[in-house]
């Protein structure tokens, strides 16, 4: 599990509500006889661990850096991920398209795709044109699992929250780059080709103005 947005008492973490509804749609995928499973942007996620073993075929998509660090990990502790196929992706520069085509993953069989605490870290135009390409490779039957930190457009209150979680993740080198307000998650999937299933939010905290953490499940129009 990435470290999202952990500010206790302050911002809302989410986490255990992310995780649930992730890992639903893995098990509603598998039990619907779903046979691949991609990850994008997988980083440290454990679920083709968890949830492998049996013809699921699991496909990671991450930054070549993360992927080796954590194929090192595994197999220091003598963990086997035979089961996975690890696809070394800069999704701001490279062509995911080409990048899944060599992976394996067939665009005639339906998939799960999953996009986990990724969202926020690329720029709207690059969460677009994934949302795009997943789309076109989305055979009859295919889920898409994303989540989304959304933050109302508030007053002062809501702007200090934003600037304590902004310093906050530039001391752990991350930033984010889309910045999603109430309605947006949605529309990116509606304009991308994939119509909203189903959605469910992170519980209200007490100081959190707001904000939530969204988790949005779609299938495509067109397939
Ligand atoms: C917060 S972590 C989430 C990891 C995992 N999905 C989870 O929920 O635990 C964000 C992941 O996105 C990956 N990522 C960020 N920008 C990326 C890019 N341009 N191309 C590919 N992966 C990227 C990071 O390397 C990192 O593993």
Redesign the pocket.
């Given at each position: 599990?990435?470290?999202?947005f952990v500010l206790p008492g302050l911002a809302p973490t989410g986490l255990a509500e992310?995780?649930r509804f992730?890992d639903e749609e893995v098990a509603r995928a598998i039990g619907g006889g779903i046979e691949q499973i991609v990850?994008?942007?997988?980083?440290?996620?454990g679920r083709a661990l968890r949830f492998g073993g049996g013809p699921t075929r699991w496909i990671e998509?991450?930054?070549p850096?993360?992927q080796a660090d954590k194929r090192r990990r595994l197999s220091t502790l003598g963990i086997s991920s035979a089961g996975v196929t690890y696809a070394?992706?800069?999704?701001?520069?490279?062509d995911l398209d080409d990048v899944l085509d060599r992976a394996g993953h067939e665009t005639s069989r339906p998939s799960l795709f999953?996009?986990?605490?990724?969202l926020?870290?690329?720029p709207l135009e690059?969460n677009a044109s994934l949302c795009e390409t997943l789309c076109a490779r989305a055979a009859p039957g295919t889920v898409l699992a994303v989540?989304a930190y959304v933050t109302p457009a508030t007053g002062a209150g809501g702007r200090a929250l934003r600037r304590v979680e902004n310093g906050v993740l530039s001391l752990i080198g991350?930033a984010r780059r889309t910045e999603f307000r109430p309605g947006d998650p949605e529309k990116l999937l509606v304009v991308t080709g994939w119509r909203v299933t189903r959605t469910t939010r992170s519980a209200r905290g007490k100081l959190d103005q707001g904000a939530h953490l969204l988790m949005l499940a779609g299938e495509p129009v067109q397939a």
């Amino acid at each position: 599990m990435g470290r999202g947005f952990v500010l206790p008492g302050l911002a809302p973490t989410g986490l255990a509500e992310r995780t649930r509804f992730i890992d639903e749609e893995v098990a509603r995928a598998i039990g619907g006889g779903i046979e691949q499973i991609v990850i994008v942007g997988a980083g440290y996620d454990g679920r083709a661990l968890r949830f492998g073993g049996g013809p699921t075929r699991w496909i990671e998509v991450d930054v070549p850096s993360t992927q080796a660090d954590k194929r090192r990990r595994l197999s220091t502790l003598g963990i086997s991920s035979a089961g996975v196929t690890y696809a070394p992706v800069d999704l701001g520069r490279d062509d995911l398209d080409d990048v899944l085509d060599r992976a394996g993953h067939e665009t005639s069989r339906p998939s799960l795709f999953i996009c986990e605490g990724l969202l926020a870290y690329l720029p709207l135009e690059v969460n677009a044109s994934l949302c795009e390409t997943l789309c076109a490779r989305a055979a009859p039957g295919t889920v898409l699992a994303v989540n989304a930190y959304v933050t109302p457009a508030t007053g002062a209150g809501g702007r200090a929250l934003r600037r304590v979680e902004n310093g906050v993740l530039s001391l752990i080198g991350e930033a984010r780059r889309t910045e999603f307000r109430p309605g947006d998650p949605e529309k990116l999937l509606v304009v991308t080709g994939w119509r909203v299933t189903r959605t469910t939010r992170s519980a209200r905290g007490k100081l959190d103005q707001g904000a939530h953490l969204l988790m949005l499940a779609g299938e495509p129009v067109q397939a």
